[in-house]
């Protein structure tokens, strides 16, 4: 499973200035979980990525400015809320939408999301 940002999702500077959106059924910008979620920190934190390295399984890992605080730590999740994801199934070859509507803080907590239907 791939995901990507598929539109504006904050209202900083660098959301603005983001190249890296996803398209449904194109699979360029597609990457790990993890990936989009320190993505959407940095941009929330009016960061940018510096680079993204896509290599599943290998190295998946983004470039974060040095002056940065430390996005890998598992604090960030709530960064996905009301972000539209793009979901690639890889091994289906089906696309869609998700939208997290309640994300839980480490403590844990209720989640809900919104989805689309599959686009195969």
Request: charge should be negative.
């Amino acid at each position: 499973m791939r995901w990507a940002i598929l539109e504006q999702g904050g209202n900083t500077a660098n959301w603005d200035n983001f190249d890296w959106y996803g398209e449904l059924g194109d699979p360029t910008h597609f990457y790990s979980l993890n990936n989009i979620v320190t993505i959407c920190a940095l941009l929330n934190d009016n960061e940018s990525p510096l680079n993204i390295l896509d290599e599943f399984g290998i190295d998946n890992t983004i470039g974060i400015p040095q002056e940065a605080e430390d996005y890998t730590a598992g604090n960030v999740l709530q960064n996905l809320e009301n972000i539209t994801l793009g979901v690639w199934l890889v091994e289906e070859d089906i696309y869609f939408t998700l939208t997290f509507t309640e994300l839980p803080f480490l403590g844990g907590g209720a989640m809900s999301y919104t989805r689309s239907t599959p686009n195969n």
